[in-house]
């Protein structure tokens, strides 16, 4: 069964057509405040990028979303959990710091915020799932709790799933600490030829689980955490993801997300969007070119639908050579492909689809 996704593109020549507006209409046509009830407590569900990172999703796009969510009277808050590498979001007080300087403030937002799983990423909820995977997930405490949720998605690039768009939002973005570990279990660093044993990776790791042996830098895989600090510090990129991997990682993401909606049920709605196209997630403390030109916004309450689209969307545009892109430049090819060419980003669509997230097949209706 089909499921409708609304889509707003970016031209605009008057007020009434400005992006603010557009997400207000999309709120309403998706049917958000018809599952928004008086006194809600609302999560709102971002990604406050990492410091340094400059297009994560803008705070002024999330005004209106307050607005209408005030509108039905719930009771909003934005939110997000701790990360599992040690980042400037690790634990609430620097997650906080963050969030505070990259713009999202109460005076822009009008929303106070969040962070789900606690201070250290403790506080969180066993979901039963019963899946291939997973018999339960943890949840973030303060997420499960919410009454009803808004999830809001910068759609983009990411080197273990593909893209990054509402499942991943849901799924690592729902997450604890403990689930993430869960999660990128499978999905450990490995040690290539090109490393010259200069031990940067040893400074980077944060359970001093590598060592230098016979001239080689060495992990300890029974006691990694797959946080992956060691990768991205690498001088020599001598370090790299087990690739063959990433389709279990995938399906592992997939079932988080069910758990992190599976006790609200026609009570969360979702946002894409398609804007700073980056070839990373906003984890990174850096943000690359944009692989392809700007879309637009969509929404829908089935989030396998709207990612579908969004990725379809995305696969429609000629790709922007000056990006980290290699291939796949042309209208109707796999623009994600063409930058992690060995990441098939369909495994995690057609996953949430089997387990009954939501449908792959969409009435894409423009505004």
């Known amino acids: 069964m089909s499921s409708d996704v609304y889509f707003s593109n970016f031209r605009s020549r008057s007020k ?17 405040g018809e599952f928004i009830k008086k006194n809600d407590l609302t999560a709102i569900k971002l990604h406050f990028g990492e410091m340094g990172n400059d297009t994560f999703l803008k705070p002024v796009l999330l005004r209106p979303v307050i607005e209408k969510t005030l509108e039905y009277h719930g009771n909003p808050f934005l939110t997000d959990t701790n990360t599992l590498y040690y980042g400037s979001r690790h634990n609430s007080v620097d997650h906080l710091h963050t969030a505070l300087k990259n713009g999202f403030g109460y005076v822009v937002t009008n929303a106070p915020i969040i962070i789900a799983d606690g201070i250290c990423g403790d506080n969180w909820v066993p979901v039963e799932v019963d899946l291939n995977h997973f018999q ?69 790791c944060p359970l001093s689980v590598i060592s230098i042996q016979n001239q080689k830098a060495t992990i300890d895989l029974k006691k990694c955490i797959a946080c992956n600090n060691c990768l991205s510090n690498c001088p020599e990129s001598a370090i790299e993801i087990d690739f063959g991997t990433l389709p279990e990682f995938s399906e592992k993401m997939v079932e988080y997300a069910y ?109």
């Open 136 to 204: 339960e997930v943890k949840i973030a405490g303060d997420i499960e709790t919410s009454d009803s949720m808004l999830v809001l998605s910068h759609f983009k690039g990411h080197g273990m799933s593909g893209f990054g768009g509402a499942l991943k939002n849901l799924a690592m973005g729902c997450a604890a600490v403990p689930g993430k570990i869960e999660q990128h279990q499978c999905s450990k660093p490995v040690i290539t030829d090109a490393c010259t044993a200069c031990a940067t990776c040893l400074d980077s």
């Open 259 to 367: 758990g992190a909606v599976k006790n609200k049920k026609g009570k969360v709605g979702f946002i894409n969007f398609l804007m700073d196209i980056t070839p990373d997630c906003d984890c990174e403390a850096f943000s690359d070119a944009p692989i392809v030109p700007d879309i637009g916004i969509l929404a829908s309450i089935d989030p396998v639908a709207l990612d579908t689209a969004s990725y379809d969307l995305v696969n429609q545009q000629i790709g922007l050579e000056s990006s980290l892109m290699e291939h796949s430049h042309q209208k109707g090819r796999d623009k994600f492909r063409g930058v992690w060419k060995e990441v098939d980003s369909k495994v995690q669509l057609k996953y949430a689809e089997k387990i009954g997230i939501g449908s792959m097949d969409y009435n894409l209706i423009e505004l």
């Open 16 to 32: 009434g057509e400005n992006k603010i507006n557009k997400i207000r209409q999309l709120f309403d046509l998706a049917g958000f």
